[in-house]
């Protein structure tokens, strides 16, 4: 990871990317279990509805007005502009629990900077909760009306670590069963929290690892940002420091080094 900018740009661009999560959320509540919300597939057939795309289209609004200069990657608009500078967008991580009514469902916003996520909002309006974090100024998040400055666990020990694997389905469409079901036997809790949700209970303390499969920048850059700054760590499942790896695992740090351990050694036995 690169040097974090300086403290002063890096501000501006938080105070923007939260201003972008009031916008999303204006988009995105008003549509949460609407009896009249317009759901379509995409041609990978993930659902897509007219509150995704209403509350992109919102955002690049903003962009495009305040940042013309800056590059944006949206999950349903694509990418456009310069990628030095470039925000990553994704208005409802978690579709399938939006259409369905179920509240574990947020907008993510990121910025990165040469490649890598410097500042980082996740914004869950059904919740009530957002989460938000830019590079040396700490992770955070609101409670009772006051910010609190967020931090992983403690836990050193893969035994009594309880952590979060997505979809079974996920791993075995990865290849990884074999992994997921060693991680199972071998942790002391084991849950499929699902999308950014498990990412901000780890940067929270409340659980100890995240791994996820077949993931896009989109699906992962804002959790970066938190995650780090709370103290954890964030790589693709191989253990290399990118975003463009298709998979993330996330840790509390300690951890890190024997979660890849013990995948290393179900992988090759």
Known sequence: MTAPLPGTVLRADLELALRLADAADAQTLPRFDAPDLEVSLKADR?????????????????????????????????????????????????????????????????????????????????????????????????????????????????????????????????????????????????????????YMLLAEGRIDMVAEFDVKPYDIAAAVPIVREAGGRMTAFDGTDTLSALSALATNGILHEPFLALFRDVTHP
């Open 46 to 198: 993930s659902h897509v509805t007219d509150a995704d795309l209403a509350t992109e289209r919102a955002i690049r609004g903003i962009l495009h007005a305040e940042r013309p200069q800056d590059g944006i990657l949206g999950e349903e608009y694509g990418s456009e502009g310069d990628t030095s500078r470039q925000w990553i967008i994704d208005p409802i991580d978690g579709t399938a629990n939006f259409l369905r009514g179920v509240p574990l469902w947020g907008t993510m916003i990121a910025l990165a900077v040469n490649g890598v996520p410097q500042v980082g909002v996740v914004s869950m309006p059904a919740l009530r909760r957002r989460w938000w974090a830019s590079s040396g100024g700490g992770a955070w998040t609101t409670t009772s009306g006051e910010d609190r400055r967020l931090a992983v666990s403690d836990v050193a020990s893969l035994d009594d670590a309880s952590v979060s694997f997505q979809s079974i389905e996920q791993w075995t469409d990865a290849g990884r069963l074999p992994e997921l079901l060693a991680l199972a036997q071998r942790v002391w809790r084991d849950r499929a929290y699902g999308d950014v949700f498990s």
